[in-house]
């Protein structure tokens, strides 16, 4: 009968799932039909049969293939997981077998599953306990064999009552997993005291261990081994964990799944799986996790809709064998954990998927700031941009594109971690965050040529709601819009950022952001609401300080006043937030002296069209009744304003005759008057405008008042760096910087741009971060 079922779940030709391309399929039919059919009986017998079936039987595989396969369309989850209380059964089994990682798998179906299903799984008032579940079989998951053989077992696995087999005996309990974790944690203690004190710096691989760094009798790191994924007890079942442990941290309006993992503290579990450190052996990548010979190794190239889906989780999860098509030569024997080695679907992809989440999440970030997440962070960045500069992998492209994925991941959640507050246009930074700021060095966040290409791609497919395919793939709903744009206005925080994206991406990216605020004005787009729509608008703004000079937008968006109709739009949306309104409203202000140049063309082989980059038929029929009054432009920009390095100091007190120049504690640097405005312009503690706010005016009053033209602006005195640096030339024309060369001012900004980044980390003068 069992057999008769799993045909019946598997047949139908066609690939895809139920949200696939090919949805009405025979399969996905049969699937929804079989869970309906003689008044919903098939999935209760089935998890009836469950409980008392033998572990590890054919029959037992049978049932589970059965129940994956009708758990896959979107139709069947609300009835499997909630309805008939497959989710609260199956957490339970797998706690207390963590062997039967194809019950995990189905759980990860089940969890691939909109916010409302998501939500109602990890309610704290949920008795599924779903989080708690899954962190205890992962941590049981991830010991070495060794490890588990010591440990004494906390179930009884033969016993249907379930027992705790500690020094309470054999008390009689309703399995909870959440207990079940804590006394697990507790036991985890004994064995494993620094789980949380891994040093992510160093520790070479001894003996094969998966346990963190250990500590010694003085307390101090014994630097142990990292983790080693090729020596877990159930790397499988660790591996799907991670999954589940994904799809339910994606960002939504009630961040549960975040919450409860961190009361699990099982997250410094989750780092260690990712943290890459240098070793003295061969390199321990991702673990060969074919679920070889399964039938359910042929459902995973025919539903997106779940772990079986090959777009849905960016690869068929029949996994891939980390030895193929590498060689000797592209493993680095110098590094453990190599990022190079983490395919997609592996146990590191999943890890780092889930702290990307995880970051995203404003709730999570202070918990994630307190373990120190960045560190092992910046070394996947590190890891990765070296193997990718160094040209060892370009024989293997597919790999090399994997690696830059994982390198872009990381590199998001750095910035949500290092710029998601406190900077010029978003809210005041706690203390703890800005001290955070301080002692946290901020490279890891500085993008390159690239990943600019990439940030591009992922916005165009995200807006577009399309997958990618193939090697660093994802699917259509891996990444929401409102992540996105928030890491891109993150990343912008960066001055050197703003240049890279500017110089290689810039038009692109512009238009992208463009579209996408006109998808909240004028199409009232429900994925991207007044939060998202602020990132835009900021990111656009912030962007465009470079467009004086250079294209700022495709020519065709002068047409017909199209910019100006969005951003007047998008002042007049309801709930248009304060910082989003300052942004819109500067561009309208500059839009008379910013490019409009050219049209962007098709990027050839990685999918991304032309037409990405223009506004829908809608929007464009939408904006032709849309009128807009005539305004007065805002200041002409002054020619010294763009890149010429300005000093900033206060005052000097009475009886001084001029301000201190060479004293660095009073004296703050800025790379450009454009960016030297950000403290006195929107939302700043030290200017209280009266009225409307022109950047470019401030901009040019301090340019003034360092020309020498006035003696002080907004309470401060300026200076060019480049006359601080070298004597004045008696010869020099102009007051207004217009015929400086760009000789001096290059020669000059590497000192001034180190300085900057240097007072940027510590929160600038009176630890007011500059962006």
Not at 454 to 472: F, S, T, W
Not at 565 to 589: D, F, I, R
Not at 625 to 634: A, C, D, M, N
Request: aromatic share 6%; charged share 20%; hydrophobic share 40%.
């Amino acid at each position: 009968a069992l057999r008769m079922l799993f045909s019946l779940s598997e047949h139908g030709g066609g690939g895809g799932g139920d949200d696939g391309p090919n949805n009405g399929n025979h399969s996905s039919e049969n699937r929804i039909a079989m869970v309906r059919a003689d008044g919903g009986r098939l999935v209760p017998v089935l998890l009836s049969f469950l409980r008392r079936c033998e572990r590890g039987s054919s029959e037992q595989y049978l049932a589970l293939l059965v129940l994956n396969n009708i758990s896959i369309p979107s139709d069947n989850k609300r009835l499997v997981a909630m309805d008939y209380g497959g989710a609260h059964l199956l957490s339970r089994l797998l706690c207390i077998d963590p062997s039967c990682h194809l019950m995990a798998i189905i759980l990860v179906n089940l969890s691939f599953a909109d916010a409302d299903l998501r939500r109602e799984l990890v309610a704290p008032s949920s008795p599924v306990q779903l989080v708690d579940a899954l962190s205890y079989t992962l941590l049981m998951s991830t010991l070495t064999p060794e490890e588990h053989e010591g440990r004494p077992p906390l179930i009884d696995p033969d016993d249907h009552n379930i027992k705790f087999m500690g020094k309470t005996g054999g008390e009689e309990i309703n399995l909870s997993p959440r207990k079940l974790l804590a006394a697990a944690m507790t036991e985890d203690r004994k064995y494993r005291p620094a789980l949380t004190d891994l040093d992510y710096n160093s520790g070479a691989a001894a003996g094969g261990a998966s346990a963190s760094a250990g500590v010694g009798a003085d307390g101090a790191s014994t630097g142990l081994a990292l983790f080693d994924s090729n020596n877990l007890m159930y790397a499988e079942t660790a591996r799907w964990c991670l999954c589940a442990l994904k799809n339910l941290t994606r960002p939504s309006k009630d961040p549960l799944a975040a919450h409860a993992l961190m009361d699990t503290a099982i997250v410094p579990l989750i780092l260690k799986a990712v943290t890459v450190g240098s070793g003295s052996g061969s390199s321990d990548g991702a673990t060969d996790v074919n679920v070889n010979g399964s039938a359910a190794a042929s459902t995973a190239d025919k539903e997106d809709d779940g772990p079986f889906g090959g777009d849905s989780c960016g690869a068929p999860c029949g996994g891939w064998d980390q030895n193929e098509g590498i060689g000797s030569e592209n493993v680095n024997p110098n590094v453990t954990n190599d990022p190079s080695t983490w395919d997609a679907n592996s146990l590191q992809d999943a890890a780092l998927f889930t702290l990307l989440n995880m970051s995203a999440i404003p709730a999570a970030r202070p918990y994630l700031r307190e373990l120190d997440s960045t560190k092992p962070l910046a070394q996947i960045i590190k890891a990765a941009t070296t193997r990718l500069g160094s040209g060892s992998v370009t024989a293997d492209e597919q790999k090399q594109k994997q690696l830059a994925f994982q390198c872009l991941k990381a590199r998001m959640a750095v910035a949500f971690l290092l710029a998601s507050e406190g900077h010029f246009g978003q809210s005041r930074a706690t203390s703890e965050t800005t001290a955070y700021y301080a002692r946290t060095e901020r490279s890891a966040m500085l993008t390159n040529k690239s990943e600019a290409i990439l940030i591009v791609e992922l916005l165009a497919n995200v807006l577009h709601q399309r997958a990618k395919d193939g090697a660093g793939g994802y699917s259509a709903a891996t990444f929401s819009i409102k992540v996105v744009l928030c890491a891109i206005r993150c990343l912008l925080t960066s001055a050197e950022n703003q240049a890279t994206l500017a110089t290689h991406v810039g038009v692109q990216l512009n238009a992208l952001l463009l579209i996408a605020l006109a998808q909240h004005a004028i199409r009232r787009a429900p994925a991207i609401d007044s939060e998202a729509a602020e990132h835009a608008s900021f990111s656009l703004y912030l962007l465009s300080n470079s467009g004086f000079k250079n294209p700022f937008l495709p020519m065709p968006y002068s047409f017909g006043s199209q910019a100006d109709k969005v951003l007047t739009s998008y002042l007049q949306t309801p709930n248009v937030t304060p910082a989003g309104q300052h942004a819109a409203s500067q561009l309208l202000l500059r839009m008379k002296y910013l490019v409009f140049q050219g049209e962007i063309e098709d990027e050839g082989d990685s999918g991304i069209q032309s037409s990405d980059f223009e506004l829908s038929f809608e929007i464009k029929r939408d904006l032709e009744s849309i009128v807009v009054e005539t305004r007065s432009p805002g200041a002409k920009p002054r020619e010294d304003i763009f890149d010429r390095p300005i000093l900033r100091s206060r005052a000097p007190k009475k009886g001084m005759e001029k301000a201190p120049w060479d004293n660095a504690s009073s004296v703050s640097p800025f790379p450009n008057a454009l960016l030297a405005i950000q403290q006195m312009s929107f939302g700043s503690t030290k200017v209280r405008h009266l009225g409307s706010i022109d950047d470019v005016f401030i901009a040019n009053s301090i340019a003034k008042c360092a020309g020498g033209e006035k003696s002080e602006s907004y309470n401060y005195w300026w200076k060019w760096q480049d006359e601080i640096d070298a004597p004045p030339d008696p010869s020099s024309a102009a007051v207004n910087g217009s015929t400086r060369s760009t000789q001096r001012s290059s020669s000059s900004k590497g000192g001034v741009m180190s300085s900057f980044l240097s007072r940027a980390t510590s929160g600038g003068e009176d630890t007011e971060p500059i962006s």
